[in-house]
């Protein structure tokens, strides 16, 4: 397995614009979870989906931020409109079923707004 | 609500055992974790413990927990320099255990 799949990578992106992250989680598990990490805050959960279904969306931060998973091996965070103190590493992870296994986490988009 | 502490630094020599430790705050928590985080990269799961276990060895790696206390401590036997990374402690926490509360992670710093 290819492990979870993250794009882009990199984003720079204009104050305003629209930005949207992508997901990939390995085949097979039912958990996906989207987290935001920067050094003031470390690694904040946003969202969680249990079989596509969002859970907990406790810690989106504002309106401007929502999370999709309209299938199984598919999810999308997209901020709109975007600022600065939006910049950030975001990263998505998987789980399966079972507890204790813990998450396999993608590489992560590193996110600026300028 | 759910919290997890640990120190933000560890400086060691090439050699010597790095033990980085943590404290948690959900006692019902049903697994606690040690994730490592390499420049440019995500965590990546070092090892974990069952909350009824009192310690899990796994080659240079040894796990202690205390759950009186609700100290987690990971201590790495022979540190290298590949071992320089950021290690978050992580407790799994809410109903079915799989929601998971991360530290701010220890920074460790391996002198050759």
């Known amino acids: 397995d290819a492990g979870v799949i993250q794009s882009p990578r990199h984003e720079v992106t204009e104050m305003g614009q629209e930005v949207t992250l992508r997901c990939k989680p390995i085949?097979?598990?039912?958990?996906l979870f989207w987290y935001r990490q920067t050094m003031m805050r470390g690694l904040e959960l946003l969202i969680y989906?249990?079989?596509?279904?969002?859970?907990?969306d406790s810690g989106m931060p504002e309106d401007r931020f929502s999370a999709k998973m309209p299938n199984a091996s598919f999810s999308t965070l997209k901020i709109q409109p975007s600022e600065p103190r939006d910049s950030a590493v975001y990263f998505c992870?998987?789980?399966?079923?079972?507890?204790?296994?813990?998450?396999?986490f993608g590489s992560g988009t590193r996110l600026t707004i300028v | 609500g759910e919290d997890v502490e640990q120190s933000l630094f560890l400086s060691v020599r090439e050699g010597d055992s790095s033990v980085i430790n943590c404290t948690y705050t959900?006692?019902?928590?049903?697994?606690l974790y040690w994730y490592k985080q390499e420049p440019g990269a995500g965590l990546q799961l070092l090892t974990y413990?069952?909350?009824?276990?009192d310690m899990k060895q796994d080659q240079r790696l040894t796990v202690l927990l205390n759950k009186k206390d609700k100290h987690l401590s990971l201590r790495i036997a022979d540190t290298q320099t590949g071992d320089s990374a950021i290690y978050f402690c992580?407790?799994?926490?809410?109903?079915?255990?799989?929601?998971?509360?991360f530290g701010a992670g220890t920074r460790l710093f391996v002198k050759a």
């Open positions: 085949s097979g598990h039912d958990y």
């Open positions: 989906f249990n079989n596509n279904v969002p859970i907990d």
């Open positions: 992580a407790e799994s926490i809410g109903t079915g255990g799989f929601k998971t509360i």
């Open positions: 959900d006692s019902s928590s049903t697994y």
């Open positions: 992870a998987s789980s399966p079923r079972r507890t204790g296994l813990g998450y396999t």
């Open positions: 413990i069952f909350s009824n276990m």
